[in-house]
């Protein structure tokens, strides 16, 4: 095979002319097609990005609400259990109080039983003797 510079160059316009034709081609009826759907790809994903941005910023919104109300609520069930405490040991108080007072009256009673008891065995004794 001879390969002349004839031959070179008419390769050479034949393939460069081709290359034209096909860059022609592409850009009258295929460049609009690519460019608009990369272009909406692009948007999609900006779109998409921002979507995520905002439901990120959203999320950390309500967890630190949830963070507050839980705050709020363990303080709230401590004041709870702190009064809850307060008001067990002021009962606690108060029943062992009432039982002292019971078990003072309970002795109380047998010595004032006995005690009767015995003026009236005295009474008895005193009338025998009398008569």
């Known amino acids: 095979m001879d390969l002349t510079i004839s ?24 460049w609009g097609n690519i ?25 950390e919104e309500l967890a630190s609400k949830r963070e507050a109300e839980l705050a709020g609520s363990r303080t709230e069930a401590k004041t709870i259990i702190e009064n809850a405490k307060e008001t ?15 078990a003072g009256r309970l002795k109380e009673k047998p010595t004032k039983k006995l005690l009767k008891i015995k003026l009236k065995l005295y009474k008895v004794l005193r009338e025998m003797w009398q008569t």
């Open 7 to 30: 031959t070179i160059i008419g390769d050479f316009i034949l393939i460069a002319g081709s290359f034209l034709l096909l860059i022609f081609l592409v850009k009258k009826y295929a």
């Open 88 to 102: 067990a040991e002021k009962s606690k108080a108060d029943i062992l109080a009432e039982a002292k007072l019971e």
């Open 35 to 59: 460019t608009s759907v990369l272009d909406e790809r692009a948007e999609k994903i900006s779109s998409d990005i921002d979507g995520a941005e905002e439901a990120r910023k959203k999320a």
